[in-house]
Structure formats: structure tokens, C-alpha cells
């Protein structure tokens, strides 16, 4: 059990280029996440996907898209990129509600995602 | 909205003291709170979860204690070892979404 995955773990944009993150499970959770983790500070949400084929905005959506592109996979994308982007991302998923035996509210983390942009 | 802080950005404790992280909420609709550990160069990591009908839960060397009357939540570790050494959040859950209001952390530095 790989539990959650994230691609690429560095990466260094140019303002205005795009990109992908990439994030899979394997533990058949409902629920995806994606967090921004600045300097000093706590994780902001920044979209999430409560179940396959929903997403839904957290608190800083701007300048961010993303897709959930099976139950296994959700990716956020920088269309063009932004200094103020510069920050680590985490990927997260959860078992989410009504999966019974789960703990809804518990997420598991990937290992981060550390971007620059310059 | 809501909003989830901690009330100290740092704590410095002796190896094998007791250690108390605390935390503060403001919704007092919030049913559900969780504390990760999060290590330098890693993701968050589940610590232990109490939900808003219990006071106290224990783990293993943690417990967490509630206190909805003055909307507190503090982290208790026994023995506190080296590999404590981390930014503890607390995080606060919304029952309908299950989405995650985390706290800005206080980082733990255990001194040998």
C-alpha cells in the first residue's frame, strides 16, 4: 500500500507557465484534497472532490483548477503560474461519509509537492 | 467562517517531560477535531481525533481533553522523546463535507 502519491516532488516555473500535480490513492477513499502550506503557517484547502465526479472549492481557488479524473486519481493544475503560487502542496484523501467501518474525517496525506515560481 | 489557532507558535520541553500543545476554536458548531504531526519534509500525520460529545480520549503516550465551554483543545504527550520533535495542528472538521480547518501549528522542539 502506497497510500498517497504525489508528482513531481520539486519543481521550479517561470511565471506564466502551466503545469500539473498529480495525486493517487489506493486505499478506495471517496474523498480527495488538495492544500496549499506556506511558510509559518497551517494548510489552506484549496479544492476538493467529496466523491468521483464532484469538486468543489475550499478557501483559496483562485488561479487553480482541477479534475478528478477517476476514484484513484485527483490532479490540480496551474494554468499560469504566479509567484504568489510559490508554496508546498499536499494532496489528501479520506474515506469520507457513509463508507461504513471509515473514519470520515480522517484524511491521509501525500508527501508534498514543493513548487517555485520565479 | 471558522477559525482554529494554537496559542503558541513554539514549545521547548526536556526530553521525558510532559508536553501540552493547546488549541482554540471559535465555531461552536464544530462536532469533530483531529491532531496531526507533521515532521520536516512530510505530509501531516493523523495523531489522534475526539469528537464533540466526549471530553478525553487517550492514545498511545497522547491524550486530547475538550473542553467546549471555552471552545479549548490541548494535546498531552507523556514522556515526550526526541522524535516528537514536530509541528503539531489541530484541525477542526465540518460534519457535512468532512473538510479540515487546520490551525497555523506550534512546533515541538524536545531538548536531550
Known amino acids: 500500500n502506497a497510500g498517497v502519491t504525489q508528482t513531481p516532488k520539486f519543481q521550479v516555473l517561470k511565471t506564466g507557465q502551466s503545469m500539473t500535480l498529480q495525486c493517487a490513492q489506493d486505499?478506495?477513499?471517496?474523498?480527495m484534497y488538495w492544500y496549499r502550506q506556506d511558510p509559518g503557517m497551517g494548510l489552506r484547502l484549496i479544492y476538493y472532490?467529496?466523491?468521483?465526479?464532484?469538486?468543489d472549492k475550499g478557501e483559496v481557488p483562485n488561479g487553480y483548477n482541477v479534475s478528478r479524473l477517476n476514484k484513484r486519481e485527483f490532479s490540480l493544475r496551474l494554468e499560469s503560474a504566479a509567484p504568489s503560487q510559490t508554496s508546498v502542496y499536499f494532496c489528501a484523501s479520506s474515506a469520507g461519509l457513509g463508507l461504513a467501518g471509515s473514519l470520515p474525517y480522517e484524511q491521509y496525506f501525500g508527501p508534498g509537492t514543493r513548487l517555485t515560481v520565479t | 467562517g471558522e477559525s482554529v489557532g494554537l496559542h503558541l507558535p513554539t514549545l521547548s520541553v526536556q526530553e521525558g517531560d510532559n508536553s501540552i500543545i493547546n488549541c482554540a476554536y471559535s465555531n461552536s458548531a464544530s462536532d469533530y477535531f483531529i491532531w496531526y504531526k507533521q515532521e520536516s519534509g512530510k505530509g501531516p500525520q493523523f495523531i489522534i481525533d475526539?469528537?464533540?460529545?466526549?471530553d478525553k480520549r487517550q492514545g498511545q503516550r497522547v491524550t486530547v481533553l475538550l473542553n467546549k465551554t471555552v471552545k479549548h483543545l490541548s494535546l498531552q504527550i507523556a514522556a515526550t522523546q526526541p522524535g516528537d520533535s514536530a509541528v503539531y495542528f489541530c484541525a477542526d472538521a465540518s460534519s457535512n463535507t468532512g473538510k479540515l480547518i487546520f490551525g497555523q501549528g506550534t512546533t515541538l522542539q524536545v531538548k536531550p
Open positions: 486505499m478506495n477513499h471517496n474523498s
Open positions: 475526539i469528537r464533540s460529545n466526549m
Open positions: 472532490s467529496a466523491s468521483e465526479g464532484t469538486t
